[in-house]
């Protein structure tokens, strides 16, 4: 069974200041992993994905996120956040077998940003 | 219209009614999904359709039963709700099911059972 833990489920941080959310997994397959983000009212928005190749991955809006297997975590990063980051956060985990659209989502992290 | 649309994007209705949600994607895939958003809970995956045929049911009660005539719909049809059942209702497509197809979501339908 694949699961997903995201470390916080509040971030507050300073505009300009780095953004650094917490994801872990595990899976019992190579992984599939994706970071969405979901503004109030609105659906939820891919901001990236690993799909085993490079595994720093780059994402929409300046993000990042780096999967190390070692550790298995894939954390999503920005060097510097600007106001409009302000968002729910959702880490996710979709295993390379054969689970039909079985896509496991963390329980979100919510990111605070501060003028 | 482009990406998933979802109707209504607000519903209110009692325990004994019945209503339906619609959801649309514009994007040619051929998997779509019905998630469940509550408050301080991790979204739940409901059903899977993978070119029209039902691929997951994630132990979803007999209450709310899902169609898809085609790739391009999907609907959720609702009966005898309990309040605990009000929630985001997010509708979701991808090009095909699992793996690394990344999934493209709707705006979601916040139903509210009284």
């Known amino acids: 069974a694949q699961s997903v833990t995201q470390l916080g489920s509040h971030v507050s941080v300073s505009e300009g200041a780095l953004v650094l959310l917490r994801c872990n997994y595990s899976?019992?397959?190579?992984?599939?992993l994706f970071w969405y983000v979901q503004y109030p009212n609105q659906g939820l928005q891919l901001l990236l994905k690993?799909?085993?190749?490079?595994?720093l991955v780059k994402g929409i809006n300046g993000f990042e996120a780096e999967f190390k297997k070692s550790e298995t975590s894939f954390h999503l990063t920005k060097p510097s956040a600007h106001m409009s980051d302000a968002a729910e956060y959702f880490c996710?985990?979709?295993?390379?077998?054969?689970?039909?659209?079985?896509?496991?989502f963390g329980q979100g992290t919510i990111l605070t940003v501060h003028p | 219209e482009t990406g998933v649309t979802q109707t209504p994007r607000h519903l209110v209705m009692g325990m004994t009614n019945k209503k339906s949600l619609k959801c649309e994607q514009h994007?040619?895939?051929?998997?779509m999904y019905w998630y469940k958003q509550s408050a301080k809970k991790p979204l739940e995956l409901m059903f899977v359709y993978n070119f029209k045929e039902q691929t997951e049911n994630n132990s979803v009660p007999s209450r709310f039963s899902p169609e898809c005539p085609n790739s391009s719909h999907l609907f959720l049809h609702l009966h005898t709700l309990q309040p605990e059942d009000s929630a985001l209702y997010l509708c979701?497509?991808?090009?095909?099911?699992?793996?690394?197809?990344?999934?493209?979501f709707g705006p979601g339908t916040r139903l509210t059972v009284l």
């Open positions: 996710a985990v979709s295993d390379s077998g054969t689970s039909y659209g079985k896509l496991t």
């Open positions: 690993y799909t085993s190749a490079a595994t």
């Open positions: 979701a497509s991808s090009h095909q099911a699992g793996g690394p197809n990344e999934q493209f």
């Open positions: 994007l040619g895939h051929n998997a």
């Open positions: 899976s019992s397959v190579p992984p599939y």
